[in-house]
């Protein structure tokens, strides 16, 4: 890399970062200088050595910290999951975490850089909402009885409960009988008319309608299974790539990437001092619904996990913090 380029992108940071330029074109520089970074497979550790080189203190948002983050309800069925994603995107990002729970309440403990923490607490975001969209679906009051079925089913649930939701949402499954609109029995008293609109919403897509023989939990846990195991093999992808890239780096990047893991662990270990931290074994969900865990997986391979950082190749789309 041409110190010419780092020169120029450093300059565009300056100018981003100094107290009296606009908020307008702060912004502009930033996204001019990610842009750069990312098409020059820059990691702002090579700029950052640069600047120790030449015997610069680094800024106060290179300095490590921690914090306290609200997390999901402890009783959440798919803890172990969420446990098990947590520890990869903190690994990602180069934080380290503590899971801290009480009754009904839970928190996630970081320990890293500002900038790793903020990445951290957006992957979990964007990896949470990801997850959860096929499987705590949502009553659309646009969309027909079908469209919404399938959107229950393809969750997990079963027929009398999306019959149960149909009703509380105001929008009863009727059907026309001898002339006359009567309310559809609940199942599984006359499932048959949910079976049947339920192939309507496949059929308006060109696809066929899968066999649905399955437990709810089964399902459920099959669905985050294959979501995690799909976002592990995405995520050790990354860090193998990125330790590529910090391998060729230029401007002594890897010796200040080495200095941040030191630093960060030191500080950790300052807070939660090993012999006083419990470890548990990680739990996995389990459950063996193919067509489940492949919906997981796919799921999986949408979540964004790049989160705008230049050198590093990602996939596209609870809150935390």
Known sequence: ?????????????????????????RDTALAMADNMMKAHQIEEAALRARNVARGLTEAKRHEVTDEEIEWVDSFDEFMPTHRNVAALLAGLAGVEIVFKSGFGTSTIHAVGYPDAIGYFKMLWTGTYLVFSAQLFPKWNRNASPGENIRAFVEAGYKWDYVWHQARKEGQPFTRVAKGETIEVACPPADNGWMKRQLKKAYDATGE??????????????????????????????????????????????????AKDVDA????????????????GRPERQGGNHAGAAARGRTAAATADLTGGRGGVAGGARRSIG
């Open 1 to 25: 890399m041409s110190d010419k380029i780092l020169d120029r992108i450093q300059k565009i940071l300056d100018r981003a970062n100094h107290p009296n330029t606009p908020q307008e074109e």
């Open 208 to 257: 066929e309608k899968p066999k649905l023989n399955h437990g709810v939990k089964n399902y459920r846990n099959s669905y985050a299974e294959g979501f995690y195991t799909s976002l592990r093999s995405r995520v050790f992808d990354m860090m193998e790539q990125r330790r590529r890239l910090e391998a060729q780096a230029e401007g002594g990047a890897q010796l200040v990437l």
């Open 264 to 279: 960060v662990r030191a500080y950790f270990n300052k807070l939660f001092p090993p012999d006083r931290l419990s470890y």
